[in-house]
């Protein structure tokens, strides 16, 4: 009886059971699903570069294939497994409703926290939830190193709980109709909204937060009783600038006054003014968020403001300084008189006039309390309030910051009691000048320039940039790049991304303008001309050029007048629809979930759909290797053990074509010659690639040292996706092989046949035994080397995934080559690599290799 | 380019992302360039006057574009019409080339497609 029952139960079972044929044709086409919704992102990533034209319809179209293709990749994880991952369809559910929302133009926090501290906005591109000015300040801190006084911000996040928790957006959608049908008039209307926000409470989760970030400041410097300025810093739909003064600041608030101060900010969001802006410009209600920044008050000696360019001449290349002593808030409102300084734009940035006013009065700190404007001594009331090396510091502060945002800047600065500069807020500068050139003028001054080339290559980032050429002859030579060049490199390599903060522009003989440089160039906003071909001969270490990369041509010299006319141009890329894609993208493109490890790396851990993508990968992956390890001997296809001199203990299966007739024997065994696959072939020539093993990363004796990274652990005490049994499914042109060696993880998918437009190899590296930052070394090494040969690369930490498609046969082949010779060259690798000059180094040793072989 | 005649280039389209780009570039490279996102307005102008190029949406609200590039083909056979669509269909592709298109162009585009179109149009306008 129980054994009947059981049978019934056992027959259940493999009645279930998906075979080992259909899991692999389902494993094929996650694949190709995965390359195809990559690519797709890749694509849309490139339509930041400025290059393209494209409208809101494409927006949505790319959202809707995307979600598309990321529905039918859990369809298909969920038939291999049935049940396993069913959570992924909530997942990707919310975040498909979170895009919805975000093209219904609805502003989303892309954090929930309520308060940040600027090192994390910078560092996570959390600008959407901080606002402008936060963001502004949190960049020039973390990316420049350049001192801002402690902040935090108040996210949107909190904004929307302020007014939710207190039902506030029904009541103000109420009175904001009452308004629009004439039933109120707009003082009525503002009035009615601003004391409803001020007398509401703000949450408790809220007040902690923002008190925990209060106390940390105070304790920071306990001898001193902080102030802060409480000032707004809006997510809006229109451009930060345009809503200058339409905000309210709180200046000088006592730290238990900070509350208050933020209730009055965000009240200011219905200003009479902001109200009428905003109806103006066709400005949706639900398009404002708040958020606010809160910066302790500078005790500063001298305050002032900076501007990196004359505002109605900027032919005259000169910054404009005015300050005073004390406090800024009677500067920058124009309250007290203030000295003028000019400063050439131009290192060493000379001073080219000087206006010295008598300064009577100053606001200074009086003793902790309130501040009060106070005589200033007599002798000091005519001398300038800054210094000759002050106003260095400031012009060359001024120019960096202008660098990185390509746009003139209006600064807010104030000197400290220690005599350092110290930037309050940093904005763009509006230029009203007549003598700006407009385009139509521009045609004929541009003629007049000598073109060094024109129409080539092509634009991965859009822009204007001028500057002294640096052409990086070697990777060693990356440290030696200086502040501004233009950066001429022969590869787009993943590498150059470290130096982006430093370059004007970068121009390259090859690369791809979907690959890693890229879209850090465009993160950056640094023009990027690629593919230029002969950029490394052309062009000459110290020559100044100018790169106009939005009509893709490189003048000989500075072209003043084209950069002039891009300072004052709007920038495509604050247009609306660059900010929708750019929302859109950012929850579908990062990648958050990296280590399988991790806790988080759950179905409900996802929080993009690139998460959602390399969380089925992953998945499939370790299902096909679990497959196989429990059921070895039940394969519906020809299979058998790799019997080679490299004890690489791997399992081959023939799906057809992939092995010479007959050569699985009794034994389950097959040699190498018996393996008629090409592109399997290509692999394992790669792997037995001479020179390949004698490295100089190996000094141990190559036999024991294969087996220990085949085999480092006991059997007995590792799972066996850990122990890993490394595979490789085959036919006549398709190869995927997945390889465990050591505790680093490599899959290799490719398809090679004579329709070039079918060939593709795609090719994943990670993990490693030492720490994370060797560990990424080893793969920028990889990712360097893959570049250099065509792949299309892409970094996270220690993940390198390489694509490559549509190459002839042999170019296919030879590829898949280097990709053997790559797995023998890189096992320990991560072990030496040290430090970053390393990945040089190997780059080199790699490259002699397979230099060597070509002689023989 | 070094020709001394100056070539009008009328753009129309809803979204005035396009607009937005292509002008300021189209300056740069010394064509004049007006520019419109409501049809009816663009329909207006010309009939104030003609241009030497006009790009066209096909999609759009109030007069289609297919309408108003017949209407321009009307009164200026002469004028080079560039069609431009986010959805391009062989259909609405070839009932352009019926009404005398001189090139047809899907969205999104880069830059340099249809500056090479408006340059190989400039070409046949200064022929003649």
Not at chain 1, 346 to 373: D, F, S, Y
Not at chain 2, 45 to 64: A, P
Not at chain 2, 77 to 101: D, L, R
Request: hydrophobic share 40%.
């Amino acid at each position: 009886m129980l054994r009947r029952w059981f049978n019934k139960i056992l027959k259940r079972e493999q009645e279930r059971r998906v075979s080992f044929q259909e899991i692999f044709t389902l494993f094929q086409e996650i694949l190709s699903l995965n390359n195809r919704t990559l690519d797709l992102i890749a694509e849309a990533n490139d339509k930041l570069s400025g290059d393209y034209i494209f409208d809101r319809r494409y927006i949505e179209t790319f959202q809707e294939e995307t979600a598309s293709l990321v529905h039918q990749l859990i369809y298909k994880l969920n038939l291999i497994s049935p049940g396993k991952y069913q959570e992924l369809n909530e997942s990707f559910h919310r975040i498909e409703s979170d895009i919805r929302q975000i093209l219904a133009g609805r502003l989303l926090c892309p954090t929930d926290r309520y308060v940040l501290d600027y090192k994390e906005i910078a560092e996570k591109h959390l600008g959407e939830a901080a606002g402008g000015k936060n963001t502004h300040l949190a960049e020039i801190m973390e990316f420049l190193g350049i001192t801002i006084p402690p902040s935090f911000a108040i996210t949107t996040a909190a904004y929307f709980h302020f007014l939710q928790e207190n039902g506030l957006p029904e009541k103000i959608e109420k009175i904001i109709d009452r308004w629009h049908q004439g039933e109120t008039g707009i003082g009525e209307a503002s009035k009615e909204i601003r004391s409803l926000i001020l007398a509401a409470r703000l949450p408790a989760d809220i007040r902690k937060e923002i008190d925990m970030y209060l106390d940390a400041i105070r304790q920071a410097h306990p001898e001193k009783k902080p102030y802060f300025a409480v000032r707004s810093s809006a997510v809006g739909e229109d451009s930060e600038f345009s809503y200058a003064g339409q905000y309210a600041s709180r200046l000088n608030v006592s730290r238990y006054r900070v509350i208050e101060a933020y209730r009055e900010v965000v009240a200011s969001v219905y200003s009479e003014r902001a109200m009428e802006y905003r109806q103006s410009k066709g400005v949706l209600e639900s398009e404002i968020a708040m958020a606010v920044a809160c910066q302790q008050v500078v005790n500063a000696r001298v305050s002032g403001v900076l501007y990196t360019y004359h505002p109605v001449h900027p032919e005259k290349e000169t910054m404009e300084i005015s300050s005073a002593w004390g406090l800024g808030a009677p500067i920058v409102s124009g309250r007290v008189l203030t000295d003028h300084f000019t400063v050439a734009r131009r290192a060493p940035h000379e001073i080219l006039e000087l206006k010295v006013v008598r300064k009577q009065t100053a606001l200074m700190p009086a003793g902790g309390k309130e501040k009060k404007e106070v005589p200033v001594p007599e002798k000091q009331q005519t001398i300038p309030s800054l210094t000759d090396g002050q106003l260095r510091g400031l012009a060359e502060i001024g120019l960096r910051i202008e660098k990185f945002y390509k746009k003139p800047q209006d600064i807010e600065f104030a000197i400290d009691e220690d005599g350092e500069i110290v930037i309050l807020q940093a904005r763009q500068l509006a230029m009203r000048g007549k003598t700006l050139p407009v385009a139509r003028e521009l045609a004929e001054i541009l003629e007049k320039y000598p073109v060094i080339s024109r129409g080539r290559g092509t634009v991965a980032q859009m822009g204007i940039a001028s500057g002294t050429v640096f052409v990086l002859e070697n990777d060693e030579d990356l440290d030696k790049v200086p502040q501004g060049a233009i950066l001429v490199a022969r590869y787009a390599s993943p590498r150059l991304a470290r130096v982006i903060r430093k370059v004007s522009g970068i121009i390259t003989d090859v690369g791809a303008v979907t690959g890693h440089l890229a879209t850090v160039a465009r993160e950056f906003r640094v023009p990027t001309i690629m593919n230029l071909e002969h950029a490394t001969e052309i062009f000459e270490t110290g020559e100044e050029v100018t790169i106009d990369a939005q009509e893709n041509i490189v003048y000989e010299g500075l072209v003043r007048e084209l950069y002039h006319f891009s300072l004052a141009e709007e920038d495509i890329e604050e247009t609306y629809e660059y900010r929708l894609l750019r929302r859109v993208l950012k929850k579908i493109e990062p990648l958050y979930l990296l280590d399988p490890k991790d806790p988080d790396f759950t179905p409900q851990g996802c929080r993009t759909l690139h998460d959602i993508i390399r969380f089925v990968h992953e998945k499939v992956v370790e299902e096909i290797i679990d497959y196989n390890y429990h059921h070895p001997h039940n394969m519906d296809a020809v299979s058998g053990k790799l019997d080679w001199k490299f004890p690489l203990d791997m399992v081959i299966i023939d799906m057809g074509g992939g092995l010479a007739p007959g050569a699985v024997g009794k034994g389950k065994k097959i040699v190498p010659e018996q393996i008629t696959s090409q592109p399997m072939r290509a692999l394992l020539d790669g792997i037995a690639h001479p020179g390949a093993w004698n490295n100089e990363p190996m000094s141990v004796d190559f036999g024991s040292f294969m087996s220990s990274l085949t085999r480092t652990m006991s059997a007995e005490t590792m799972s066996p996706r850990e122990l890993g049994q490394n595979l490789a499914v085959i036919s006549d042109c398709y190869i995927n092989v997945s390889l465990r060696l050591g505790y680093h993880f490599t899959v290799i998918d490719a398809y090679v046949v004579d329709n070039v437009k079918d060939n593709y190899a795609y090719f994943r590296f990670s993990g490693g035994v030492t720490d994370i930052s060797r560990r990424s070394r080893r793969a920028a090494f990889i990712g360097e080397a893959l570049a250099r040969h065509d792949f299309h690369v892409e970094l996270h930490e220690d993940l390198v995934e390489g694509r490559i498609k549509k190459m002839d046969r042999q170019g296919m082949l030879d590829r898949l080559n280097l990709l053997g010779i790559l797995i023998g060259f890189t096992r320990q690798l991560d072990v030496k690599m040290v430090t970053d000059e390393q990945i040089a180094y190997y780059i080199e040793k790699l490259q002699e290799l397979l230099e060597n072989d070509n002689h023989e | 380019m070094n020709e001394k005649r100056t070539l009008s280039i009328l753009i129309l389209d809803d979204e005035p992302i396009v607009s937005k780009r292509l002008k300021p570039s189209l300056e740069k490279r010394g064509y004049v360039v007006e520019t419109f996102t409501e049809s009816l307005e663009a329909l207006k102008r010309i009939k104030e006057r003609n241009f030497d190029i006009v790009i066209t949406d096909l999609k759009m609200e109030g007069v289609d574009g297919m309408e108003f590039l017949t209407e321009v083909k009307k009164r200026s056979p002469e004028t080079e019409v560039i069609v431009i669509t986010g959805f391009a269909t062989m259909e609405t592709a070839k009932e352009s080339f019926k009404k005398g298109v001189f090139d047809f162009l899907s969205k999104p585009f880069k830059l340099g497609e249809i500056t090479e179109i408006i340059e190989k149009a400039e070409e046949k306008i200064l022929s003649r």
